[in-house]
Every structure is written in C-alpha cells, then in structure tokens.
C-alpha cells in the first residue's frame, strides 16, 4: 500500500462527497486539485493498475461525446470502465475521476479507461498514463486566448507523441492534414480513419478552415472534398503531402434530420457493416467513426460496436433534450467556429423553423475573446424565417454578428444574462412549440443551474 | 458607386475573428446603397496598381507572418507603400501592423524586414498581452477590441499612434500607446473584431475610400443601435474584468 495516494484518494472522494451534499456541482476539480497536491503521481500511479489500460481522447471537438461512446462499446463488450464521464478533462477532473473509482487504499476497481483530454493538458495526461491508445480527433482553432496558436499546440502534442512507449497505438482521424503529419512517423503504429463519402462535401472551404496549408511547404492545399471546416480528403501541390491511406473508412453516410445517422464502416481486404447511432449531424459521425476506429484497436469485434452505438445517449449539453412548461427546448452546447458551423448546418439541413436562443459567455473556460463569433459562417440564418435571441454576457457580441450576417434586425433580440433569458425566452414559445438554445460552455452550466432551480434536467455527475 | 475592398492574405492571415472586418466593410457600404466588391490577395499574387480601394490586413501565425513579409521585398510591396502614401486607406491588425514598420525581430533568426510605411518596430516578447482593451483616441473617440499578442512594438519620433490605452496592453505595455496612424493608414492589436464595434473607424476608411475615387462625398448615417451596445457591453466588460 501507498500512504500517501491512499490519502490522495481518501481527501478526493470525501471532498466531492461533501461538495455533492452541499449542492454545489459535480464535485470534480477541486478533489483532483486536492489529490494531485497530496501525491502529484496520483493518476500515473492510479491508471497503471488497469490491466486493460488506457485510452486517451484528444481533439478540440467532439471529445466528450467520443469518449462516451467508446466507453458504451467498452461496458458492452462486459469491461468495468474508467471514465471522466462529466467531462472534466484537466489532470484534476481525470484524477478526481479515478479516485472515484478506486478503493480508500488506492485500488482501482475497473479493467479498462476512457479518457478525455483538454489539448492543453494532453502532454502531462499522456506522460502520467502512458496510454494503450491515443486517439486524436481534430484540431481546430479554439480558445486561442486560453492554448495560443494552433502551432502551439500542434508542437506541444507532437512532442507527446514522440515521447509515447513503443507499444502505444495512435488512432487518427488522417481527414485532418495537421494531424496526419503529426502522426507521419508513427506510421507502423498508427491506425488512420477518415471519410469516404464524397455526397456529403461541402461546396467550398468554408472560412473557419484553420489549418488548409501544408505545415511542411507552406503550400495551400486543394481538396479533392472537404466535409467540415479544413478536414477532408486533402493534396498539397507543392510537396505531394496527401491524405494517407484509410484503414478504416466511413462510407454511405446517412443523415436523417435531427435523430439518427448511419453509415457503413469499411476496413480494407473485409466487408463492409453498417452501424447506426441515435445522435445526428456529420460531426457526430466522425465521432462515431472515431469509437469504432479506436474499438477495432482494442479488438472489439462489429456486433459488440454495434450494440454500443446504438445505446449512446447525447452527452450533457449535446442535442439534449429537455421538457419545460409544456415546451420542448433542445440544448446545443457551442465552443467553437468550427462547432457552431455545423450546429448552423445541421439546423439549416433538418430545415428546423424554430425559434433560436444563442448565450454567449466570455468567461475563462468559455474564452475571454468573443471575436471567434466571427469565424463563424452564420449567414445561413439570414434566410430562416424564425427570430433569433441572443443573451449571455457577450449577447449584445452575438447579435452584433448576427446583423452582420444578414439577419434583419426586426428578427434580432437581445434578451440579457441568465436566468432571466431563459425566462423571456421560455415566453416567447407557443405551448409545445420547440426552441432551440446554443450555449457556449459556462452559458450552458448557468442554464442547467436555472433549469435545476426549475425542477427539470438531471444533475450531470449523475449521468 | 462602388468600392474594391482588398482583403491582404485573407486566407493565410486572418486569425482572432479578423474577416469580421472585412464583413463590416462590405455590409457599410451594401447598406448604403455602394456596391462593394471583396478580393482576397495572397501570397504570390501581384497587386495591380489603382484597382483597390480599401486594404484590410489581418494577423496571422508566425509562419504566415514569415511568408506574407518575403512576398512583400519587391514590385508588390513598392505598389502597396505607394497607395498608401498616396491616400488609400488601410487597415492592419497585429501581425500585418507588425509588417508596415522598419521590422519584426523575433525571438530567434533575423529580422522580417516591413514595409516602413509606420515609423515603428516591434520586437519579439517573452510575455503575451492578452485581454479587453479600450483606447482614447482624438480621432476617433472611445475605441474597444481584445489584444492578444506577445510582439512589442515602439513608436519612432515621426509616428502618431492612433490613441491611449485606459484599459490593456496596447503597443508595448510601457508607454500606454495604442496603434500607429499615418495618412489614412491605420494600425493596431484591436482585434475583437474592431470595425463592427467601432463603426466610425470603418465609416472613416469607406469615406476616405469614397472621396479618393469620386470626390467630396457625405456618408449618410446608419442604424448603429446594436454597434453601440455591443461597444458598451463590451467597454463594460473589459473594466470589470480585463
């Protein structure tokens, strides 16, 4: 036994026991900041005991949603899981998280573990764990204020991964050109996945494409389809870099409004199996395809995938849905250009007429700098015929943008801070009408703690 | 009438929200009644003499920064100093203001050489100027945007920088400059986007823009209810909590 994780473990679950008893949240960051001053080895030494074990997440979109579908497929497949469930992804929520499952002598009970990870905290997570699989999703532009430029952050995982034991697996989404370079030299270990579907394209590079040149020549790439912001299938004309072979491909894509997508998972030299997963839009087929891609590396055979797909529930705050005084209110959490792109795409492409509510927080887990609003391709409201509110502590930002992209004004309200927004917006919807709320991150744990306070929607430690 | 807005590297440069800019351009003029083209021009590609009218230059990673200064040493960069000396109105946001001073040194190799259009030059820092900024300016009034940059850039004796921080970093972190002004130039580490918040900068370059190529003309005003609230939530927010 090791006194002083035991006492780490010990001081982190009493203290989100007592946090959760007061009411005052998940109960996550300040146990793990507690632990990780007792014994700052305390996740290395919690997450090498799993005989199965780790698999750390990364990317800036689509981690928590990932994560919560591999972690599905895992329990299915009869594992007792590891998983950072509420999404707190810093070294101290991921601890937290650990001593939540583990004994008070600093025994884990699990086999297997799910990691996500913020990009930022990536290195030290991958160092402390040195994971079975690394599975990268995307890199975006997000948060610049909090991670500084993409390089940046680009540089600081290649480094991670360079320093990775020889045994760990990289799964890739090689759609992602910064990721497939970082990623070149591991090829012997890398399994890459990416679309193979050109239907679902876009047109064009849309304007939030962050990384759409060559980090070897500088070159800009020309894109044989690109499917959302800079991701797709890529070449660069100036030194041949191209999107590498697919080991494991999504094809026959199939959106189907605002409830299930399906499409078919294609591995080369096997035939093709179709799965199918009750969340909708094409970023949550990335998401999917990511689970399967990083399931098949772990030797999880289609039928067990299956069945784990088809049980993911929407994670807190992703397309959730929430009844309230006899209202229908859909919860669509927004971080970033890219996300709030393909949230705009998915409302625009289920052609949903109903009434928008975007809360726009500028606080340090949201990011300080609001300009991203601007990065956005919002434009295609423009033409909706519904009216959008706007609220939060940068509401006046949104709406702003919103003019700008061509949404008349009559149509534009700016309805103030929570809880109040969600009061005025509540009134405004016809009974059993649907409204539509876009929150960014601290926007969003404000509208749960309104609506708690209304008696609806779950606690999400409890998810 | 109509105008040519000429966006510089748009594609490679155009970090922190920095198109919004070029949005606010476009729509000022569509709203009244002026047509307004945007062209994007990008490494490589040559500037024709006269066919633009406003410049919009934004920022960008360093190796961007690197591509966009090479691309300037030569015919493209004496046509873009030219226009500006001769009154075409500009505006550059932190890595392109870098690049329209003497030369950005960073932290290792040589200088990038700028265009010198400002009599500035900025050097690399070690710590990076992040937050709301609100700057005093004679010109142009209250101005509000969010920096974020770790390059410091100094004023030589024949620069007019385009105002006073009251909250923020602003040029340096030292001497509470913010910006440089020259002509009709205009250069500055507002990001945030600043011409949608601050539409009597952009009503500046359009008129500027407007008289150069028709003549003396008066801008009919906007409906700027939702600019000046979005300015003071903003002015707010960056005096509570940079």
């Known amino acids: ?463 | 009438m109509e105008l040519t807005i000429c966006w510089l590297y748009g594609r490679t440069m155009n970090i922190y929200g920095d198109r919004g800019n070029v949005l606010a351009l476009a729509q000022r003029c569509r709203w009244r009644g002026i047509e307004a083209r945007v062209i994007e021009l990008g490494v490589g590609e040559p500037l024709e003499p006269g066919r633009c009218d406003i410049f919009f230059w934004g920022g960008g990673q360093d190796r961007e920064q690197v591509a966009a200064a090479r691309d300037l040493q030569g015919p493209k960069g004496e046509i873009l100093r030219r226009e500006i000396e001769e009154g075409a109105p500009l505006l550059a946001i932190c890595g392109g203001y870098q690049l329209l001073g003497h030369y950005y040194r960073p932290h290792q190799g040589e200088p990038l050489p700028g265009l010198g259009v400002f009599d500035a030059w900025t050097e690399a820092g070690s710590r990076r100027m992040i937050g709301n900024v609100v700057v005093e300016s004679e010109e142009f009034g209250e101005l509000v945007g969010f920096e974020n940059h770790s390059g410091r850039t100094f004023l030589g004796p024949q620069a007019r920088p385009l105002g006073r921080v009251r909250v923020g970093c602003g040029n340096n972190g030292e001497d509470k400059t913010e910006g440089c002004r020259y002509r009709n130039a205009i250069g500055c580490y507002l990001h945030g986007p600043v011409l949608p918040k601050n539409p009597q900068l952009a009503d500046f370059l359009i008129e500027a823009a407007l008289r150069r190529r028709y003549g003396e003309v008066t801008l009919p005003p906007l409906d700027d209810t939702l600019e000046r609230l979005a300015h003071a939530s903003a002015v707010s927010r960056a005096q509570s909590a940079r």
Not at chain 1, 256 to 285: A, Q
Not at chain 1, 437 to 448: E, G, K, V
């Open chain 1, 1 to 463: 036994m090791d006194p002083r994780l035991s006492l780490a473990v010990g001081v982190s679950r009493l203290s989100a026991a007592a946090i959760r008893r007061l009411g005052r949240g998940g109960g996550t960051a300040l146990p793990g900041l507690l632990a990780t001053l007792i014994d700052p080895g305390a996740l290395g030494k919690l997450s090498r005991q799993l005989p199965g074990g780790c698999v750390v997440v990364a990317g800036t979109n689509g981690k928590t949603t990932t994560a919560r579908m591999l972690a599905t497929i895992l329990e299915q497949a009869g594992h007792r899981v590891v998983h950072n469930r509420s999404g707190s992804n810093l070294v101290r929520g991921i601890t937290a998280a650990f001593a939540e499952q583990s004994s008070l002598l600093g025994r884990v009970r699990g086999e297997i573990a799910v990691i996500e990870a913020d990009e930022a905290a990536f290195p030290a997570v991958v160092r402390q764990t040195r994971p079975r699989i690394v599975l990268l999703l995307n890199l975006f532009r997000d948060q610049l204020d909090r991670y500084g430029e993409l390089d940046t952050v680009a540089r600081s995982w290649g480094e991670a991964l360079r320093a990775l034991p020889a045994e760990s697996r990289v799964v890739v989404n090689v759609d992602d050109p910064t990721l497939a370079a970082l990623t070149g030299e591991l090829a012997g270990r890398r399994l890459a996945f990416g679309l193979a579907e050109r239907r679902v394209a876009l047109d064009r590079l849309p304007h939030a494409a962050d990384a759409s040149v060559c980090r070897r020549c500088g070159t800009a790439f020309t894109y044989r389809a690109a499917f959302i912001s800079h991701l797709g299938d890529y070449r660069c004309p100036g030194c041949g870099f191209e999107r590498p072979p697919l080991d494991v491909a999504a094809g026959s894509i199939a959106l189907e409004g605002l409830e299930r997508l399906s499409f078919e998972v294609t591995v080369p030299g096997r035939k093709p199996w179709p799965v199918e997963v009750p969340l909708s839009g094409l970023y949550n087929v990335y998401n999917a395809l990511a689970a399967v891609a990083a399931s098949l590396a772990l030797g999880i055979v289609p039928e067990v995938i299956q069945a784990g797909l088809a049980a993911t529930r929407a994670a807190f705050g992703r397309l959730e849905r929430v009844s309230y005084r006899g209202r229908s209110l859909v919860i669509v959490l927004i971080k970033n250009p890219t996300g709030l792109n393909e949230v705009v795409r998915m409302l625009a492409s289920a052609r949903v007429e109903a009434p928008l509510l975007v809360l726009i927080n500028d606080l340090d887990a949201d990011g300080r700098d609001v300009s991203w609003l601007w990065d956005a391709d919002l434009e295609p409201l423009s033409e909706a015929r519904f009216p959008v509110f706007t609220g939060g502590i940068r509401g006046a930002d949104m709406a702003l943008r919103l003019k700008y992209a061509g949404v008349p004004q009559e149509r534009l309200r700016v309805l103030g801070d929570l809880p109040g927004a969600l009061d005025a917006f509540v009134s405004e919807l016809a009974p059993g009408q649907t409204g539509y709320i876009l929150p960014t991150y601290t926007a969003m744990l404000a509208l749960r703690r309104a609506l708690a306070g209304r008696g609806v929607a779950p606690a999400f430690w409890r998810q």
